[in-house]
């Protein structure tokens, strides 16, 4: 046996999968099909990437996708047309109802957010720069909860939303409660104006909305230095079993170092 195929073989031993080709999103949906999640709401859709991922990485259950902006929602229309289990939804999601301004950014729209870039972010960046505005409509997502969400269905709150990801889960009231899931975009530095940063996100969804980080996602890096700015939390809400059973394990996994 080679030195390499024994390394493959010690961390897979530990339960880390170290295949070449593995397919973006398995591990996520192999979360939610533990969890039992029906319906993603996916937040900042852009052009549909993330929903596109989740089929294919075998997620069958329905997806709503909020795009305010008008050039990608018609590509992430394109993308979801011939899946009648995905709906898209022309709104940004945060605190208030209304009519907000969207700053467009440079780079197909993709680091749009409703808040003000900082020089750290375009700096390591240039091409995302902001490039223009465009009015967006905002609503509160637990005044459009009945709309969207069927009763029994177990929720999971996908958000890219560019720093607003207090906003939006502010806007989601008592209904960020009856999530059961959520992946959220975060930053370890400030990259926009009053953005959610990394400790305070994680803070709000272990401590006040009570759930368990399983996984964390490498984000945007700057190409400068290699300096990780960004990354995904993936969340989810234990029941009182699972969480007996985690706590039950802590012990004899620190006895058998």
């Given at each position: 046996?080679?030195?390499?195929?024994?390394?493959r073989?010690?961390?897979?031993?530990?339960?880390?999968?170290?295949?070449?080709?593995?397919?973006?999103?398995?591990?996520?949906?192999?979360?939610?099909?533990?969890?039992?999640?029906?319906?993603?709401?996916?937040?900042?859709?852009?052009?549909?990437?993330?929903?596109?991922?989740?089929?294919?990485?075998?997620?069958?259950?329905?997806?709503?996708?909020?795009?305010?902006l008008?050039?990608?929602?018609?590509?992430?229309?394109?993308?979801?047309?011939?899946?009648?289990?995905?709906?898209?939804?022309?709104?940004?999601?945060?605190?208030?109802?209304?009519?907000?301004?969207?700053?467009?950014?440079g780079?197909?729209?993709?680091?749009?957010?409703?808040?003000?870039?900082?020089?750290r972010?375009?700096?390591?960046?240039?091409?995302?720069?902001?490039?223009?505005?465009?009015?967006?409509?905002?609503?509160?997502?637990?005044?459009?909860?009945?709309?969207?969400?069927?009763?029994?269905?177990?929720?999971?709150?996908?958000?890219?939303?560019?720093?607003?990801?207090?906003?939006?889960?502010?806007?989601?009231?008592?209904?960020?409660?009856?999530?059961?899931?959520?992946?959220?975009?975060?930053?370890?530095v400030?990259?926009?104006?009053?953005?959610?940063?990394?400790?305070?996100?994680?803070?709000?969804?272990?401590?006040?909305?009570?759930?368990?980080?399983?996984?964390v996602?490498p984000?945007?890096?700057?190409?400068?230095?290699?300096?990780?700015?960004?990354?995904?939390?993936?969340?989810?809400?234990?029941?009182?079993?699972?969480?007996?059973?985690?706590?039950?394990?802590?012990?004899?996994?620190?006895?058998?170092?």
């Open positions: 046996m080679t030195l390499l195929h024994r390394a073989k010690a961390v897979r031993s530990a339960g880390i999968d170290v295949s070449r080709h593995r397919t973006p999103g398995v591990e996520l949906v192999k979360l939610m099909k533990r969890f039992e999640i029906d319906l993603v709401l996916d937040v900042g859709a852009h052009t549909g990437g993330y929903g596109t991922m989740l089929r294919q990485a075998g997620f069958r259950g329905r997806i709503v996708s909020f795009e305010p008008s050039r990608p929602r018609a590509e992430l229309r394109h993308v979801s047309a011939a899946d009648p289990d995905w709906t898209v939804l022309p709104y940004a999601l945060g605190e208030v109802t209304g009519t907000a301004t969207m700053n467009v950014a780079n197909g729209g993709a680091s749009s957010s409703l808040l003000a870039m900082l020089p972010h375009r700096a390591a960046a240039p091409h995302a720069a902001y490039t223009g505005a465009q009015p967006a409509d905002m609503r509160r997502l637990d005044e459009i909860w009945e709309q969207i969400v069927a009763p029994g269905e177990r929720v999971f709150l996908k958000m890219d939303v560019q720093g607003y990801e207090g906003r939006v889960l502010g806007g989601a009231g008592e209904r960020a409660a009856e999530c059961a899931g959520i992946q959220t975009e975060t930053s370890f400030p990259l926009y104006e009053d953005g959610l940063l990394f400790n305070d996100a994680l803070a709000l969804a272990q401590g006040e909305l009570g759930m368990t980080l399983m996984s996602v984000g945007f890096t700057d190409p400068r230095h290699g300096q990780m700015l960004q990354c995904d939390l993936v969340l989810f809400r234990e029941d009182r079993e699972d969480r007996a059973a985690r706590e039950e394990a802590l012990p004899a996994a620190r006895s058998a170092r």
